[in-house]
Structures are given as C-alpha cells and as structure tokens.
C-alpha cells in the first residue's frame, strides 16, 4: 500500500535527509587513491553516533541468502551496481566509487547515494557519471501530482540510452517513509501514463543505475553486491524526495 505522508511525517524526513547528505559529504570528501572502503565507512559509523541518528542500512536483510548487511555505507566500486561492503582493500587512481547511505531520524528513513572519481579517471567514466547525474535530475523534473511511475522510468531510460548506455532493470528506487524501502517500487525505465499515479505526500526514492555494457547482473563474490555480468562501468545516484502541490521537494540535500 502506498501511503501518503502528513506535513509533519516530512518534516522528519527533511531533517533525516539534511543529516544523512551532510555525513556522506564528508565521506565523499575524504575519497582519494590509497583509502580503504573501510576506513570511509568508520568515518560514517562515527558521524551517525555524533548526529544520534541510526544507520539505515546496518543489519538490513540484504544477502544472497537474507544475510545482514554489515556495513552502515554500501561501497560499489567499478563493476559493481549496488551494495558492495567495505573492506580494506585500498581505493586506486582511476577507480570509480558509488557511495549509497541513509540513516533513520526519529522513526523515518532517507537514502540517497553518488558516485565518485577516485583521482584521475578515464574520460569513458567520467562520462558515465555525469549522465547517470543527470537522469536523476531528469526523472526529478517528472515528480508531479498527476503523472505516473512510468513517466519517470520512461524519461530516464530514454535519456541514458540516447547517450549510449543502459539502465539496470533487475533493481529499482522504492517509497520510504516509516520503511527503508515501500511501496510502490521506482523502476528506471518504463511506458509513459503507466504505473501508480504521483499524488501529494507520496516520499519516493528515486536512483538510477546506469551501465555501458550489458544491464544484466550477478551477485559479487561477497554475496551481497550486484555487479555487472560483463563486468562493465556502472554508476548510480540518488535521491528521497517528497511530492508537493507544485513538483516535488528533494529531502536529501545540504
């Protein structure tokens, strides 16, 4: 069931958003050559105790096999989609670093996620990125009382495969709320006037996850990440934001 949120239900929301894009700011910023995924994820786990807040993602049932997921920072490097684990193994010049986060602020999620330049990266990737960048600003521009799921899909596959790429498609952006991941589910390609209709107090979010290669994935040998088949690039961005009167309220800003 899609439920519609009070005034005050997103007022919650807009500050578990503020607090979980100021902590991934400053993990963003401390991404270089030679770091571990690790030692980005400690910085996080330490910040979510100084803004007494909860990791979403800590403990959530994410696994091949339902396991718990370990880490409060899904680190998916390269050829890895979503939901890669942090571990020691050092960060190097040219590496690409999908960074996805969200903490729960008195009872109420928020998620976003970027992707990162690790120094120097190849022009093919960088590309990648800022195309993934902007088909969450296009699917953002869709969020309006009145149009459908499937406009959001459909503006954001058309885009990225116009500029040579693909969407994922086993993996979507979700409701949230109450809830790390409610309904309705936010697949990033579709048929325009399809889907449930965007109304007022709906809190979505929205992610593409953009490949250059083949869209079809397989899990990471941790049993947690989704990585591509063929091991092609992957990016992925994203955002919670709330349906208002007018368009939509992005929560997971500065």
Same mark, same amino acid.
């Given at each position: 069931m899609i439920t519609i949120k009070s005034k005050e239900e997103i007022q919650l929301m807009r500050e578990s958003g503020r !607090? /979980? /894009?100021? !902590? *991934? &700011? &400053? +993990?963003? @910023?401390? +991404? &270089?050559?030679? !770091?571990?995924? $690790? %030692? *980005?994820? @400690? *910085? /996080? %786990? &330490? *910040?979510? /105790? $100084?803004?007494?807040v909860k990791s979403a993602f800590k403990g959530y049932s994410s696994g091949k096999n339902g396991e718990l997921f370990p880490g409060v920072l899904c680190t998916s490097l390269n050829n890895v989609v979503v939901h890669g684990v942090p571990s020691d193994v050092a960060l190097k010049e040219g590496d690409i670093l999908g960074l996805d986060f969200g903490v729960v602020y008195k009872g109420y999620y928020s998620d976003l996620a970027v992707t990162v330049p690790v120094g120097n990266i190849r022009d093919e990737a960088r590309h990648l990125i800022r195309v993934t960048r902007k088909a969450l600003k296009r699917g953002l521009k869709k969020v309006r009382p009145g149009n459908t799921i499937g406009d959001i899909g459909n503006t954001i596959q058309r885009y990225v495969e116009s500029q040579g790429y693909e969407v994922v498609r086993d993996l979507c952006g979700h409701g949230i709320g109450r809830a790390l991941h409610e309904e309705p589910e936010i697949p990033n390609l579709g048929k325009r006037r399809t889907g449930p209709e965007l109304a007022e107090g709906m809190v979505i979010a929205i992610e593409p996850m953009v490949v250059t290669g083949s869209w079809e994935l397989e899990y990471s040998t941790d049993n947690y990440g989704f990585e591509t088949k063929d091991k092609s690039l992957s990016a992925h961005f994203e955002h919670t934001v709330a349906v208002t009167k007018d368009g939509c309220e992005v929560l997971t800003v500065l």
């Amino acid at each position: 069931m899609i439920t519609i949120k009070s005034k005050e239900e997103i007022q919650l929301m807009r500050e578990s958003g503020r !607090i /979980a /894009a100021q !902590i *991934l &700011k &400053k +993990v963003q @910023d401390i +991404v &270089k050559p030679g !770091i571990s995924t $690790k %030692e *980005l994820n @400690d *910085l /996080a %786990e &330490k *910040l979510i /105790a $100084k803004y007494k807040v909860k990791s979403a993602f800590k403990g959530y049932s994410s696994g091949k096999n339902g396991e718990l997921f370990p880490g409060v920072l899904c680190t998916s490097l390269n050829n890895v989609v979503v939901h890669g684990v942090p571990s020691d193994v050092a960060l190097k010049e040219g590496d690409i670093l999908g960074l996805d986060f969200g903490v729960v602020y008195k009872g109420y999620y928020s998620d976003l996620a970027v992707t990162v330049p690790v120094g120097n990266i190849r022009d093919e990737a960088r590309h990648l990125i800022r195309v993934t960048r902007k088909a969450l600003k296009r699917g953002l521009k869709k969020v309006r009382p009145g149009n459908t799921i499937g406009d959001i899909g459909n503006t954001i596959q058309r885009y990225v495969e116009s500029q040579g790429y693909e969407v994922v498609r086993d993996l979507c952006g979700h409701g949230i709320g109450r809830a790390l991941h409610e309904e309705p589910e936010i697949p990033n390609l579709g048929k325009r006037r399809t889907g449930p209709e965007l109304a007022e107090g709906m809190v979505i979010a929205i992610e593409p996850m953009v490949v250059t290669g083949s869209w079809e994935l397989e899990y990471s040998t941790d049993n947690y990440g989704f990585e591509t088949k063929d091991k092609s690039l992957s990016a992925h961005f994203e955002h919670t934001v709330a349906v208002t009167k007018d368009g939509c309220e992005v929560l997971t800003v500065l």
